[in-house]
């Protein structure tokens, strides 16, 4: 998603012509230009090119931070400007929130994640009591139909014994 030369300026703190200049500078220049894109009038720079920006604007913040406290020849130190710390402190605020909602966000998707992975375990079982269900219907169907099939036969037998009992009989008639 690309950002607008005042989004970024806004993200770190400065003015949008300090962000015009870093883009304009010998550094910066073409290695920006795949990154970069004019619609309307307005400089759209890619999240490459955002990244470079903001990589050129911490190696000049680490710079001063190192030339700050370089010691002098008398072995002091020169502290940071207020305005610089409270540059830096913003940047670290606005990292706290970023990573805060970024671990919310992480959260909520466990979350769902959870309860995706229990409906799928519910939707298991059931599943499984469903064919557990099918095969023990299956079985008494094959039980009901073999009983069927022997009541059939003693059936046969009885109808073939009454059958042949009438001619081979011992039993006399009068």
Do not use: C, W
Not at 38 to 55: F, M, W
Not at 87 to 95: C, D, N
Not at 126 to 139: N, P, V, Y
Request: aromatic share 6%.
């Amino acid at each position: 998603m690309s950002k607008t030369i005042k989004q970024i300026a806004e993200e770190l703190g400065v003015s949008k012509q300090a962000v015009h200049q870093k883009r304009k500078s010998k550094e910066l220049s073409s290695t920006l230009q795949p990154f970069t894109s004019t619609v309307d009038g307005v400089v759209y720079i890619s999240v490459e090119g955002e990244n470079l920006i903001k990589q050129a604007f911490l190696k000049k913040d680490r710079k001063r931070v190192d030339d700050e406290f370089t010691p002098k020849v008398d072995g002091s130190f020169t502290p940071l400007e207020n305005s610089e710390i409270i540059f830096l402190r913003g940047q670290i605020e606005k990292l706290q929130t970023e990573l805060e909602k970024e671990r919310e966000h992480n959260r909520e998707k466990d979350k769902q994640l959870l309860e995706t992975l229990n409906k799928l375990a519910e939707s298991q079982a059931a599943l499984s009591a469903g064919q557990a269900a099918d095969k023990q219907k299956a079985l008494a169907e094959k039980i009901i139909e073999g009983k069927k099939q022997m009541v059939d036969r003693e059936q046969e037998e009885v109808v073939s014994q009454g059958f042949f009992a009438k001619f081979f009989s011992r039993k006399k008639f009068l």
